[in-house]
């Protein structure tokens, strides 16, 4: 590297290229979308402060973001691709057609979405999801409850007061490969402790020392230390 041997360079650089996967177009249009779509659909896990577990994240994340390379001629309609058909999908999980039943009007349907994502829209926000079902008085309409609740999930709002709980979220999934109340930790303490950290430093992760704390944990480094 351009650090030479410089321990202190090379450490920053980890810190700054882990971070950099996070604020990239590919997360925050893939993984971070994710975890919105299940803020916004379910709220937080009960008795929890995040809305969804690792095991649910990989595999919905590496959906949305199956070919897309940003820069590659025509990422963006790969990636609108994988949007759309994972958004239709996740409204025909059983788990989202006990929560949002289809004899729910428009509005009382995006009513909700917006109370799980803890988000007062404006009125234009909250009338573009509902006008997606049209003049239906019902929310039958699978392609319309999957376009009304990308809009709920893409909302600049959300996407603005979910960040730092995301951000720490995904140094447990990223680095330890797991959930934050996993063993061996046996509650949020951890996750909560990191929270408050990042948002007592205004979100500056590298003022917070929050990402150098998990690269450095002994945890992450036995992840490869020889079996």
Known sequence: TSCGSNAQCIEVKRINVSAAFFLSIEFQQSGYL???????SFGNL????VPIKLSEFLPDALQIGRG???????????LENNKQTFANQFVQRSRF???????????QFVDALFANAAVVPSTSDRDAAINEFGVASTTFDVAARARALRR??????????????AFVL??????????????????????DFWL?????????????????????????RNRFAPK
């Open 34 to 40: 994710v975890y919105r779509f299940y803020k916004s």
């Open 152 to 165: 709920v999930a893409e909302n600049s709002i959300l996407a603005q007061q979910e960040f730092n709980r």
């Open 97 to 107: 057609a006990s929560a949002y039943p289809t004899s729910l009007s428009p509005a």
């Open 46 to 49: 009960p008795n929890s402060p």
């Open 196 to 220: 408050n950290k990042l948002n007592q430093f205004d979100g500056n992760f590298v003022s917070a020392e929050m990402v150098k704390a998990f690269i450095q944990s002994t945890e992450y």
């Open 68 to 78: 897309v390379i940003v820069g590659q001629a025509g990422w963006e309609t790969v």
């Open 170 to 191: 995904m140094q447990y999934f990223g680095y330890l490969r797991r959930n934050p109340n996993d063993a061996p930790d046996a509650n949020f303490d951890g996750y």
